[in-house]
């Protein structure tokens, strides 16, 4: 027997267009795939994962602070939205400033933030960062070397940060999104290592 299946609502579906016209310009780094593919696959992990309709909607709105506008665009995001969907994208925001402070000091403070963040938090970021990590590895096995060009913490600040994340979400968010998380920054690191 299976478990009822749980809705989405018309929420969720106003998320989802919200969150494609706000990237509609924007691609994943180094790439011209649309930015939204990875908003898709970070919000289908969560599902995935057991998340809740607001921590779905809030994987959809996750990059939209830093990368679409800061505080205004948070606020947006409470008022349509709601505060728990703007706690979790606030949780997962590195930075809400224009320009962004420097990037290894953005990664630490998150870090820390991480840390003590609630479980919903915790959820979202390791289904960004898994998805990220996965399309890394994709990319160093095509790329090689050159990948690290198109990240502000160069090839070490990339594997530092990614093995931060892995340690962290193992130990403080655990199950089976961090064991894959996990397993995809042990696989960078072996195949950078190869390498590099």
């Known amino acids: 027997m299976t478990a009822p299946l749980p809705l989405l609502s018309a929420r969720f579906e106003d998320a989802l267009v919200y ?11 180094g790439t011209s795939v649309p930015y939204v593919a990875h908003l898709l696959g970070v919000a289908a992990l969560v599902l995935e994962d057991g998340g809740d309709e607001d921590e779905a909607i809030a994987a959809l709105l996750h990059d939209a602070v830093e990368d679409q506008g800061g505080a205004p665009t948070l606020a947006a995001i409470r008022g349509r939205f709601g505060e728990r969907v703007a706690a979790i994208v606030a949780g997962c925001t590195d930075s809400e400033d224009v320009p962004k402070p420097p990037w290894r000091e953005r990664k630490e403070r998150y870090l820390a933030e991480l840390a003590t963040a609630s479980p919903a938090v915790r959820r979202v970021s390791v289904a960004d960062k898994l998805h990220n990590a996965r399309a890394i590895l994709a990319d160093y096995r095509q790329q090689g070397e050159a990948l690290w060009a198109r990240f502000s913490g160069g090839r070490a600040g990339v594997l530092w940060y990614y093995r931060a994340l892995a340690d962290l979400h193992r130990t403080r968010t655990g199950g089976p999104l961090a064991a894959e998380l996990e397993r995809v920054v042990a696989a960078l690191e072996r195949v950078a290592g190869e390498c590099g």
Do not use: F, G
Not at 19 to 29: D, G, P, Y
């Open 19 to 29: 969150a494609a016209r706000l990237h509609a310009r924007q691609a994943r780094k």
